[in-house]
């Protein structure tokens, strides 16, 4: 059975702290010092300021999403990711994102990402404890540089390349990106495994998302891995 997909793109005008007013920034550290649990609030601020405020932005926004998905105060959720190295709990701050409520682990999936100002949500509710999620979106932009096919892609998406415009290559190469990034969220491998060693081209579970499903600019690429249930 497919889990049911639910996905959420915020635009940059829509999230605090965009246009980097003063009054703004102060205005989303006092959000997040409201919901956002200890170990969150740490991570932030242990960052260089405007990397610090947009992690802070979108833990707050993944926690809105999340609350309003179960029917439940966003103060009252509180954060437990899942690391492979780290284990599980309210002391971990990375790795698979999950929640708590009333100590009882809540049946969602959830995965997070940002790209050129963008913030793409993705849930399962109701998910099966076996159920894995991973979203990413990609800008061309960042994955339009020399090097970038002996960096991330294998020999055969390389040699898949070849039949590529030039001028269709920078949004390719984001596709295929997205697709790797949401694989290894999914899995929880991460960067620990070398892109290059990774064939996205055809993984069970994994598709490209589309602009009319994400709302998201056509110019941005977006993918998402999910592990079936049963």
Known sequence: MTPQLVVRAV????LPGHDGSAEMKSAVL??????LDDAELQRGRAMEPAAGLRFLVSRVAQRRFAAG????????LRAS?????CGTGVDVSHGAPGYTYR??????????S????????????????EVRLGVDIEDPDRTNFKGFTELALTPAEREAMR?????ALPAEHARLWARKEA????????????????????LPGLRDLAPAETGLPARLAAAVALSPSG
């Open 81 to 85: 990711y899942s690391c492979p190295q």
């Open 114 to 129: 940002r790209a050129a100002g963008w913030l793409l949500l993705a849930a399962v509710p109701d998910a099966e404890p």
């Open 69 to 76: 998905l179960l029917g439940l105060p966003e103060a009252g």
């Open 163 to 167: 039949d590529v415009a030039p001028k």
């Open 11 to 14: 635009p940059p005008s829509l």
């Open 183 to 202: 694989w290894l969220k999914m899995t929880g491998a991460g960067l620990r495994t070398a892109p290059s060693s990774l064939d996205v081209r055809a």
């Open 30 to 35: 006092a959000e997040a010092e409201g919901i």
């Open 103 to 112: 100590d009882g682990r809540l049946p969602l999936a959830l995965s997070l």
